[in-house]
């Protein structure tokens, strides 16, 4: 869940972009969710979502390209994310 959607905001295509990145994420981890350590704490997680500059961690093994592609969808401010069109020529994918 993007963060203009845990505060309840309008949400678009970037909300969408947010939730790739959070898929490409768990893929990568093996299935563990972003946030996992918030032990089902559905209103912590909503929370540090909605309210705080918390970003998913990204782990250090990636490949910089998984980095940064990961990096350009999980930005805080939804018109600061690329956008799917940017995504699909993002090195990453290609």
């Not at 993007?2 to 309840?8: C, D, F, I, K, Y």
């Not at 768990?26 to 970003?55: C, K, Q, S, Y």
């Amino acid at each position: 869940m993007a963060p203009e959607v845990a505060r309840g905001e309008e949400q678009g295509p970037p909300a969408d972009v947010w939730a790739l990145g959070c898929t490409v994420l768990e893929m990568a981890t093996g299935g563990r969710v972003p946030w996992g350590d918030a032990d089902d704490n559905v209103f912590a997680v909503l929370h540090r979502i909605g309210f705080t500059d918390a970003v998913p961690e990204v782990p250090q093994w990636l490949s910089p390209e998984a980095k940064d592609f990961l990096g350009r969808c999980l930005r805080r401010r939804a018109s600061d994310r690329d956008t799917a069109a940017q995504l699909l020529e993002h090195p990453f994918v290609a």
